[in-house]
């Protein structure tokens, strides 16, 4: 199942090949020209030959200087919408093959969760390696370890919801040629609205306490805690029927009539 998921993952890529490398390049140009000149103005004297800086200079910059949690916070912001656009190309999706084959129901809502939670693990690592490597030297807004766990969950749950997006078939045409026979996808429209909307608002706040540097109580903790919760439940309650939906062929591909001249 991994490899088969894997090949139409590349499959996307390859598909959308040059728009995605656009979006990546604009990407690292626009925030890398940004970090270039903020970190030029604050650890102008620390600049290697190379145009490096000391790991130990950025660290302490990231974790003692507000300006630099509103830099990671404006990188993280723009990655954000980078993989919302980019996700976008390679929605999960069902292989023609398993439609008519003899696997059931279970097997095959196991080959979506399966794909949801690799897109979701290479989403995740795409993002560290973007901000630590590419962009910014930094992914983390402080070695606390409750930040730390609650950063982790914040990106985690984002990107499950940016990545539960099916194939949307021919939804669009059927739309306009017989717009009765096409259902709604609630689930997913809370899930891409609704919970969306909720997840942004939540790394607004974390990253903005982040940047006021408040210190962390357990009260805070907790706080974040009941909101996991609430992000738990709404995933609990849109995976599944997100997921459900692709199990069938003719809520995907509609049978449109073709049209007699």
């Not at 190379?50 to 507000?66: E, I, K, N, R, V």
């Not at 439609?99 to 290479?122: D, F, N, P, Q, S």
């Not at 942004?200 to 919760?229: D, K």
């Amino acid at each position: 199942m991994i490899r088969i998921i894997l090949n139409d993952l590349w499959l996307d890529i390859k598909k959308n090949f040059l728009s995605i490398l656009i979006y990546f390049i604009i990407y690292c140009i626009g925030m890398s020209m940004i970090v270039h000149i903020t970190l030029l103005q604050y650890l102008g004297d620390m600049v290697r030959p190379d145009g490096t800086y000391p790991q130990a200079a950025l660290d302490h910059f990231f974790s003692s200087d507000s300006s630099g949690i509103i830099l990671l916070s404006a990188a993280s912001a723009a990655a954000i919408i980078l993989l919302w656009v980019l996700l976008e190309k390679m929605p999960i999706r069902l292989s023609r093959p398993l439609y008519v084959c003899a696997a059931g129901e279970k097997e095959k809502m196991k080959y979506l969760r399966l794909h949801l939670m690799i897109k979701v693990i290479l989403s995740i690592v795409f993002t560290y390696i973007l901000l630590r490597y590419v962009v910014i030297g930094q992914f983390f807004v402080s070695q606390n370890w409750t930040e730390i766990l609650v950063q982790l969950s914040l990106w985690f749950f984002l990107l499950i919801d940016l990545n539960l997006r099916t194939d949307p078939g021919n939804r669009k045409e059927a739309l306009i040629a017989e717009p009765d026979i096409v259902s709604e996808k609630s689930s997913e429209v809370i899930a891409g609205v609704y919970w969306f909307a909720l997840l942004l608002l939540e790394i607004i706040i974390f990253y903005s306490l982040a940047a006021a540097r408040i210190t962390w109580t357990w009260w805070i903790f907790l706080i974040w805690c009941i909101a996991f919760a609430v992000n738990i439940l709404l995933a609990k309650y849109c995976i599944t029927p997100v997921l459900s939906y692709m199990l069938s062929y003719e809520k995907i591909y509609y049978p449109i009539p073709d049209k007699k001249e």
